[in-house]
T-cell receptor, first 111, second 113 residues
Framework: KQEVTQIPAALSVPEGENLVLNCSFTDSAIYNLQWFRQDPGKGLTSLLLIQSSQREQTSGRLNASLDKSSGRSTLYIAASQPGDSATYLCAAFFGNEKLTFGTGTRLTIIP | DAGVTQSPTHLIKTRGQQVTLRCSPKSGHDTVSWYQQALGQGPQFIFQYYEEEERQRGNFPDRFSGHQFPNYSSELNVNALLLGDSALYLC????????????FGPGTRLTVT
């Protein structure tokens, strides 16, 4: 069964710190992996997409990596800000027309 | 360039009623997927439409049905509503020949009482 897991469920860090969010998946035959941000009660905002042929993608203070052999992806956030507080979801596309989501990590940046 | 839009924003229905949710995809996209997100959970795939046909379906009962129109917009219909259908319903669009990057709308919050 293709599954995506995110641990921890919640994380609090002081403002200005660098942090890493983790995502693991069970099937190494992954086509791509997408990271999303979700504010309370809102829709999903796409942050980064990593295709299976890539090892990482960067956008501003965000860097996402993909290691298919170990079934892991990480989202690195540099110099965290209070505005980064949100739930971060990773989702894998295994080529079966749908995204399989983790349950998310709720991030709180403490001013 | 308008992103994915959904209507209505919020909806309150009674058990047993029927509901229709609407979605317009991002400009240039031809594929629409629907997801259900319960509180504190990740979104769960309901189904996907391309060329007005259902391509793939998740583990949802037949009470959940959909439609895609020639302009690529889509509707999600839920019949015989149950309390457990209360959730945020998300629409996502993508381009079939792209890298399968999905763009999500703001969602419709459905409350069943």
């Amino acid at each position: 069964k293709q599954e995506v897991t995110q641990i921890p469920a919640a994380l609090s860090v002081p403002e200005g710190e660098n942090l890493v969010l983790n995502c693991s998946f069970t099937d190494s035959a992954i086509y791509n992996l997408q990271w999303f941000r979700q504010d309370p009660g809102k829709g999903l905002t796409s942050l980064l997409l990593i295709q299976s042929s890539q090892r990482e993608q960067t956008s501003g203070r965000l860097n996402a990596s993909l290691d298919k052999s170990s079934g892991r992806s990480t989202l690195y956030i540099a110099a965290s800000q209070p505005g980064d507080s949100a739930t971060y979801l990773c989702a894998a596309f295994f080529g079966n027309e749908k995204l399989t989501f983790g349950t998310g990590t709720r991030l709180t940046i403490i001013p | 360039d308008a992103g994915v839009t959904q209507s209505p924003t919020h909806l309150i229905k009674t058990r047993g009623q029927q509901v229709t949710l609407r979605c317009s995809p991002k400009s240039g996209h031809d594929t629409v997927s629907w997801y259900q997100q319960a509180l504190g959970q990740g979104p769960q795939f309901i189904f996907q439409y391309y060329e007005e046909e259902e391509r793939q379906r998740g583990n949802f009962p037949d009470r959940f049905s959909g439609h895609q129109f020639p302009n690529y917009s889509s509707e999600l219909n839920v019949n015989a509503l149950l309390l457990g259908d209360s959730a945020l319903y998300l629409c996502a669009s993508s381009f079939v020949r792209g890298a399968y990057e999905q763009y999500f709308g703001p969602g419709t919050r459905l409350t069943v009482t």
